[in-house]
């Protein structure tokens, strides 16, 4: 149980590293597209502070080795979407993949019947014999 929470504190420390990185980064493109000479020192502490955040994050890394997001989680992010959405996406593409291969194995159990009927009425003393050997296995 533990480890559990310590994996969760990792997480939600990882999330909030994450956030104070964007927040900083957000701040230096504000100060950066007016930059003004007076905001000089800002602009220094700001970047100094996105440094040590991403090293933070880098020794963080670690504890991470074993999560894998798939690349396509990277580009709803890049298009501006949620990346929960990806997932939801996921689970739609699942269940409307198995709609569709129930309605293939339901075609080929109608087909399967509709074939053993039409060889018994042509092949009758076949299908009797074939249907016991089916049975016998």
Known sequence: ???NDSDIDSLKTLQQQIEQLCE?????????SDFQAT?????NDKLRGLITNLREINDMKEKFDDIEVPLEVFS????GRNPELYT??????VVMMNQEMKGKVDAYKNFKTTLCEGLAKV???????YL???DSQ
């Open 1 to 3: 149980m533990a480890e």
């Open 24 to 32: 900083t980064s957000r701040q230096v493109g504000i100060i950066a």
């Open 76 to 79: 709803y992010i890049d298009e």
């Open 123 to 129: 092949f009758p003393k076949e299908m009797e014999a």
């Open 88 to 93: 939801k996406a996921c689970l739609d593409k």
């Open 39 to 43: 905001s000089q020192k800002v602009l």
């Open 132 to 134: 016991e050997y089916r």
